[in-house]
């Protein structure tokens, strides 16, 4: 049932966003200070591209104080329209009864999209 949901999942608007945090995370190794966020992007576009049977929970080391500044820069850098775009897909896919898993899982990755940095995905 998870490789279904997750085929189903790629049309409706798995395969933009995941082509989203892509492009992001090519664009953010480009220099020596965007490699972290282009790494932890990237682990975001795996988890937009196959969601159902990942789990997303809180890093074992804690995060700290530089999970925090890290996920306030990259607030402002790309991940508003990142989680738009899940917000978007969402409301769009919540209008109907069979989308609404799909609305759910993109409102959870809506955000993960906003703060990544001290979360692990499984």
Do not use: E, N, P
């Given at each position: 049932m998870k490789f279904l949901g997750n085929i189903v999942w790629l049309i409706f608007g798995g395969l933009i966003t995941a082509l989203e945090y892509f492009v992001s995370?090519?664009?953010?190794m480009v220099t020596i200070i965007g490699i972290p966020f282009?790494?932890?992007?990237?682990?975001?576009?795996?988890?937009?591209?196959w969601p159902f049977g990942?789990?997303?929970r809180e890093s074992s080391n804690g995060g700290g104080c530089l999970s925090t500044l890290m996920n306030i820069i990259w607030i402002f850098v790309?991940?508003?329209?990142?989680?738009?775009?899940?917000?978007?897909?969402?409301?769009?896919?919540?209008i109907t009864i069979i989308g609404l898993p799909f609305a759910l899982q993109?409102?959870?990755?809506?955000?993960l999209a906003l703060t990544p940095f001290g979360k692990e995905i499984v």
């Open positions: 995370s090519i664009l953010l282009g790494i932890q992007t990237l682990k975001l576009g795996m988890l937009a591209l990942s789990q997303v790309g991940g508003i329209w990142i989680a738009l775009t899940h917000l978007l897909f969402g409301v769009i896919l919540a993109h409102f959870k990755m809506a955000g």
